[in-house]
């Protein structure tokens, strides 16, 4: 039944569609979430698939920009089971003027399409929408869908400069946060959503400080080991979900992983622990399991627990546990944040909460993060020094689209030091010359090797039907949406021979395909099959196999789109299939084309395979590895943050071959027996790969599979296990 309703919900959201092009300022349009892909950004732990964009968790949601007037209203499919109201609450702030919009559901239990007004009545000029959930998924549910609105959109939101994960109960959910006595009314008890709000929690309040992106992951009631509920559910269990109360089997994609996961469990164990005959013993390995679980999903993220805001509780196993995975030296912290219980059933008010979200703030800054973190702050005064001397520099188009979208921001009045940072870098990238680090097509020969995930094969780009096309495959049954974010900066897709798609889709398929790709101007533009074809992609024959040929070329050229030459920079492809066999998308007539001419590639002492960079021994240093290869002079190792790296190598890095100033090629590091990322072979690295055999955890990814076969002969086993252990304990 879920897939019935996935189907019928995309068949009424691409009903929703206009023509593609987006309209003039004066115009009305709804858009889908689908359609707006690369101008929308999200927020926190929110789901893109098909046209539909999932904000389930607090603080989930999205922000947008757009050049228009008016109001501006969101369609959206609601289900609301609180024990109370039948209702759920969001934070809308618009120009940086917050407000709290309540959306009520007729009935519980039941999906309900229902439209919101964001805003009303803004005046002309340019504007930005930040939308957040505030209350909890085991609360109630929310499905984006479109959002109506007079204007036309402006590019979207700068990537944010860290991510933070947080794993908690109500504390982080913002449980009972918005009363307190002075309100003159009772106590309203528990599960009432009136008085939550997961926009002020002491998380969410850190992460505006640092300018981070919040994804919470939480239940009230729940604990790490055990709650109120009982033993049978956990946030163990929960992390890994994209949404436990929607889909307790679809995997989160963890894209991009977490720079900072913060875990803050304990108390409703404790509370529990007589009912639920829970021994301390057990909460440690609960404990234990937890931070090595948010270590795996996020290999080079800092781990911090945290307790105190309804008492300390568990602090000796807790630290116990971290001692034992190599503590602050391995990138495990403990902190107590302030006590604060003057809230609805004993949960910290606002005030409390934001108190505790300045002790973690300042903890992650003088503890945790890089001591020169905050260097990519900005004001709004050396943003307009910046644009000054953009403006007074030899216009590119990249330096005019990073010009335009700074100046947006000033127009909208944002004040976030990070995001104006941001957009300071970008306009010195332009005048550098880069366009911006795009992240672009591959080319013919890369990888070949299919890829599992989810149980569902598929291969990204499958080369070797000698017709030059290159196609994305799905096989087997059920819901399948990869986004695949294109590689190698440099290659540009030629739109003059007329590009266009080959849908070869089985019998009772739904589908569609999107590409998201870069203008001249530097602005993101999105180009969807179904709306180019005419058709409702949901609605195709039940049976024999059907063919279906999209021209996008023709779109692109028509939109002026391309530069002078034909070129267009292909971000990303989003292939959506529900179908019980397999159905193959093929690019044809895309000739690829490198703007700098010849692109080398990664050789030397360690050898390449699908993008990884294997065989590398641990305790190996950046300048030794570089030594090795045979580029040296233009070879640099980064760390998921785009951080060049000088000391240990470590699995999940980069090596990046740089010639004119940009980067031709870039390969994965893999250590040999280093699942963790921190460039050595310890006990922790043997247990991640045991949980992974035994599908206790999530799959390892291509470099941690490199690095996991110790012994070489192209399978992990218990035999690589076992090697691991060994080297660790040496």
């Not at 115009?27 to 893109?48: A, C, K, N, S």
Request: net charge negative; proline share 3%.
């Amino acid at each position: 039944m879920r897939y019935v309703w996935i189907i019928l919900c995309i068949a009424c959201l691409l009903a929703l569609c206009l023509p593609v092009a987006f309209a003039s300022a004066d115009e009305t349009q709804t858009l889908t979430f689908g359609r707006m892909h690369g101008y929308y950004h999200t927020l926190g732990r929110t789901v893109e698939q098909a046209n539909c964009l999932y904000m389930d968790d607090v603080a989930s949601g999205f922000e947008v920009y757009f050049e228009g007037r008016g109001d501006v209203t969101l369609t959206a499919t609601v289900l609301c089971n609180s024990e109370f109201e039948a209702e759920q609450y969001l934070l809308v702030a618009v120009d940086g003027q917050s407000s709290r919009v309540r959306v009520s559901c007729s009935q519980k239990n039941v999906h309900e399409r229902t439209w919101i007004k964001l805003a009303s009545g803004l005046s002309q000029g340019a504007h930005h929408i930040e939308v957040y959930r505030q209350t909890e998924a085991q609360i109630s549910l929310c499905c984006a869908e479109a959002l109506t609105f007079t204007g036309h959109l402006l590019s979207g939101a700068p990537d944010k400069p860290l991510v933070i994960d947080v794993i908690g109960d109500s504390l982080s959910g913002g449980y009972g946060c918005l009363w307190n006595s002075s309100l003159g009314v009772a106590d309203p008890g528990d599960n009432d959503p009136y008085y939550e709000d997961g926009t002020q929690t002491y998380a969410f309040f850190a992460g505006k400080t640092l300018g981070a992106d919040v994804r919470v992951t939480q239940t009230s009631g729940y604990g790490c080991v055990a709650g109120w509920n009982g033993r049978d559910v956990n946030l163990q269990m929960m992390y890994p979900i994209t949404c436990w109360w929607r889909d307790q089997t679809s995997a989160y994609a963890f894209d991009p992983q977490a720079d900072v996961v913060v875990i803050n469990l304990g108390d409703n164990d404790y509370a529990t622990r007589s009912a639920n005959n829970l021994s301390n013993a057990e909460f440690k390995a609960g404990a234990k399991n937890l931070m090595q679980m948010a270590r795996n999903y996020n290999l080079n993220a800092k781990i911090v627990w945290c307790t105190g805001m309804s008492g300390v509780f568990y602090q000796n196993e807790i630290t116990a546990a971290q001692n034992e995975l190599g503590g602050e030296a391995a990138g495990y912290y403990f902190l107590i944040l302030p006590k604060g219980m003057s809230g609805a059933v004993t949960h910290p008010t606002v005030a409390q909460q934001r108190a505790a979200g300045d002790v973690l703030s300042d903890f992650l800054l003088n503890t945790v993060l890089p001591s020169d973190y905050t260097s990519a702050k900005a004001t709004a005064e050396q943003l307009r020094s910046a644009i000054n001397t953009a403006k007074a520099a030899t216009q590119t188009a990249t330096i005019a689209g990073a010009v335009a979208r700074a100046e947006t921001e000033l127009a909208v009045g944002t004040t976030d030091p990070y995001r104006l940072g941001a957009r300071r870098t970008a306009i010195e990238n332009a005048l550098a010359g880069d366009a911006g680090g795009l992240s672009l097509m591959p080319k013919e020969g890369i990888s070949k090797t299919p890829i599992a995930k989810d149980g569902v094969s598929y291969i990204w780009p499958y080369y070797g039907y000698g017709d030059g096309s290159v196609a994305l495959y799905k096989g087997g049954d059920g819901f399948y949406w990869p986004q695949i974010t294109t590689a190698y900066n440099n290659a540009l897709v030629d739109i003059d021979e007329t590009p266009y798609w080959r849908i070869d889709f089985a019998s009772d398929t739904a589908f569609n395909i999107s590409l998201t790709y870069r203008k001249p101007d530097g602005e993101l533009a999105y180009v969807n099959a179904a709306t180019l074809s005419n058709i409702d992609s949901t609605d195709l024959p039940a049976h024999n196999r059907g063919v279906l040929t999209v021209d996008f070329g023709a779109y692109i050229r028509q939109m002026g789109h391309a530069d002078s030459e034909g070129l267009v920079p292909i971000l990303y492809c989003d292939m959506f299939v529900i179908g019980q066999t397999d159905t193959c998308v093929r690019l044809y007539d895309c000739r690829f084309t490198d703007e700098a001419g010849d692109v080398s590639t990664i050789t030397g002492r360690y050898s390449v395979k699908d993008g990884v960079l294997g065989d590398i021994p641990a305790g190996t240093t950046a300048d030794r590895l570089i030594n090795m290869m045979d580029q040296s002079a233009s070879l640099v190792v980064k760390d998921a943050k785009g951080n060049t790296v000088t000391g240990l190598v470590g699995t999940g890095m980069t090596l990046e071959l740089i010639q004119n100033g940009a980067v031709v090629d870039r390969v994965i590091i893999a250590v040999t027996g280093d699942v963790t990322g921190d460039g050595r072979v310890t006990s922790v690295d043997a247990r991640a790969v045991l949980r992974s055999l035994l599908g206790q955890s999530a799959p390892l990814s291509a470099a941690a599979t490199a690095a996991a076969d110790y012994n070489s002969d192209s399978t992990v086993s218990t035999t690589d296990v076992r090697h691991m252990l060994s080297a660790g304990l040496a």
